[in-house]
C-alpha cells in the first residue's frame, strides 16, 4: 500500500498546521496508523498513532495537549492536527500502517507501509 501525506508548510510559532495521510489503494481499515517524525540529524521518533481495532489513541509526551490524530475510515485516511506549533517541532513528518497492533507502537521498525514524507518549518 502506498501512503500519501501531505499538509505540511512553513508556520510561526504558535501556529497550527493539519497532516492528512491516505492509500492510493486498498482501505486501511485493518490497520493501526501512526504518524512519526524525522529532524536533521536525530532519529526517527513517535508522535501519535491510532490503534485498531479499539481506536485507541497514544501520543508522544512531547506533543500530548498539543497535537490530535483521528482517523477517517470512509476516507480512508488518518490527520494530524497540530496546534501550538513550537520550532522544536520541525521536522519531516511521516504516517505509517501496519495490520492489527504491536505493543512497542511507538518502534518505527513494527511498521512496513510508510508514506512519502510531509515537511514542517516552525520559525520562531
Known amino acids: 500500500v502506498q501512503l500519501q501525506a501531505s499538509g505540511g508548510g512553513l508556520v510561526q510559532a504558535g501556529g497550527s498546521l493539519r497532516l492528512s495521510c491516505g492509500p492510493s489503494g486498498r482501505t486501511l481499515s485493518g490497520d493501526s496508523l501512526a504518524w512519526f517524525r524525522q529532524a536533521p540529524g536525530k532519529e526517527r521518533e513517535f508522535v501519535a498513532a491510532v490503534r485498531y481495532p479499539t481506536n485507541s489513541i497514544y501520543y508522544a509526551d512531547s506533543v500530548k495537549g498539543r497535537f490530535t490524530v483521528s482517523r477517517d475510515n470512509s476516507k480512508k485516511t488518518v490527520y494530524l492536527q497540530m496546534n501550538s506549533l513550537q520550532p522544536e517541532d520541525t521536522a519531516v513528518y511521516y504516517c505509517?500502517?501496519?495490520?492489527?497492533?504491536?505493543?512497542?507502537?511507538?518502534?518505527?521498525?513494527?511498521?512496513?507501509?510508510w508514506g512519502q514524507g510531509t515537511q514542517v518549518t516552525v520559525s520562531s
Open positions: 505509517a500502517a501496519r495490520l492489527n497492533w504491536a505493543i512497542d507502537y511507538y518502534n518505527p521498525g513494527q511498521y512496513n507501509n
